[in-house]
């Protein structure tokens, strides 16, 4: 059974810093690209970051870089969002993705809030 499942998320204040893991089960995690997504309150979901299975290369939404920062371990089948210097605009439900050419997996979500 497919499982993507992500943790780490939580209220922190503006300025801060979180790590919000995502870990693989039940496919052939080394053989998939990895991204994360955000959806905040009335919004559209938006890609965050995303790392490639072939390379490692990774590339950032235009409103995270310089401040967070995607990797992956496929020895535990896991993928990491550091995030730091949190902005009250980084609020949202983050999801982790797993997607080759022929599937598109989704964990249900972790909820960031950044207020003060």
């Known amino acids: 059974q497919v499982q993507l499942v992500e943790s780490g998320g939580g209220l922190v204040q503006p300025g801060g810093s979180l790590r919000l893991s995502c870990s693989a089960s039940?496919?052939?995690?080394?053989?998939?690209?990895m991204r994360w997504y955000r959806q905040a309150p009335g919004k559209e979901r938006e890609l965050v970051a995303g790392?490639?299975?072939?390379?490692?290369?990774?590339n950032y939404g235009d409103s995270v870089k310089g401040r967070f920062t995607i990797y992956r371990d496929d020895t535990w089948e896991a993928v990491y969002l550091s995030m730091n210097s949190l902005k009250p605009e980084d609020t949202a439900v983050y999801y982790c993705?797993?997607?080759?050419?022929?599937?598109?997996?989704w964990g249900r979500g972790t909820t960031v809030i950044v207020s003060s």
């Open positions: 790392i490639s299975a072939l390379n490692g290369m990774t």
């Open positions: 039940g496919f052939r995690f080394s053989m998939f690209d």
């Open positions: 993705s797993a997607r080759n050419y022929y599937y598109d997996y």
